[in-house]
């Protein structure tokens, strides 16, 4: 009986050290997958930024080449190269003095497309800047929607929350679209979270009753912590709104939208 004892314990001390090794080698596969994953998610991040990088490099370079004299007629965007490369590119947003300078893409077939495809149809975990098909293409709707990841090296619409900042949303205020015949000239006048609702189809804005009213009522109103609005801008019912919206901090059921308004159009 004693010896079947230690023969028991003996192999209990095998088993034991078997299940320590499985365990230990799930454990160093599991390792190795992580590190894979957080490889590959960074490699994609820095395939898109490089790919946004080499498109603000081609247009800046297309900037500087315009006279002054004709810069309020000439676009310094080469809208005939990018939409070569994809058609569905149809304008470009720029901030000065931030890094949101990007083209903008709409998909006609597919809304969410360009959540994790760049601007260059890629697979991309940065997406791309781009509009819903319920807008249109001429920014002419009372509210024209942009999306953007809230990228963590900053990129995409992530510096839209440098706008929590009182200093910062004073001194940003500019914005630009550029599209193949018209430059698009805003003011931001608002910043603040908000919550997932679809802004188009919630007020109804793309119907011939949509009560600008009420949503410019609540843009105004506005008293969400850290909420910016300039209650001087001139907006109005008849305003023409461009709303720039992310994702938020506080979880999947909000968002945060930077909006403004339209100063000039120049064709």
């Avoid at 209990?12 to 454990?27: G, S």
């Avoid at 994809?86 to 497309?113: F, G, K, L, M, R």
């Avoid at 105004?220 to 910016?228: I, K, S, V």
Wanted: aromatic share 12%.
């Amino acid at each position: 009986m004693q010896e079947t004892g230690k023969e028991n314990a003996k192999q209990d001390r095998k088993n034991n050290k078997k299940k320590w090794m499985i365990i230990a080698v799930c454990a160093f596969a599991a390792a190795i997958l992580l590190i894979g994953f957080i490889a590959g998610t960074w490699w994609m991040e820095k395939k898109a930024e490089q790919e946004y990088l080499a498109m603000q490099e081609k247009n800046a370079e297309k900037r500087q080449k315009v006279p002054e004299e004709e810069k309020k007629i000439d676009i310094p965007v080469d809208f005939d190269s990018l939409q070569k490369e994809n058609p569905d590119i149809y304008a470009w947003i720029t901030i000065p003095d931030t890094v949101i300078d990007y083209p903008i893409v709409q998909s006609s077939e597919d809304n969410a497309y360009y959540l994790n495809h760049s601007a260059e149809k890629t697979d991309s975990v940065s997406g791309a800047i781009y509009s819903e098909n319920y807008n249109k293409k001429n920014f002419d709707d009372p509210i024209t929607l942009l999306y953007g990841h809230n990228m963590k090296d900053g990129s995409m619409f992530a510096g839209l929350h440098k706008y929590e900042e009182d200093t910062y949303f004073n001194d940003h205020k500019d914005l630009v679209i550029y599209t193949p015949d018209a430059i698009l000239k805003y003011k931001i006048f608002a910043a603040y979270r908000t919550d997932d609702r679809h802004i188009l189809l919630y007020y109804n804005l793309g119907a011939e009753d949509y009560n600008r009213q009420a949503y410019l009522n609540d843009i105004l109103n506005q008293r969400t912590m850290g909420a910016m609005l300039d209650q001087s801008a001139p907006v109005s019912t008849e305003s023409k709104i461009l709303t720039l919206s992310t994702c938020d901090r506080a979880g999947d059921a909000y968002r945060y939208v930077v909006q403004a308004y339209l100063v000039e159009k120049m064709e």
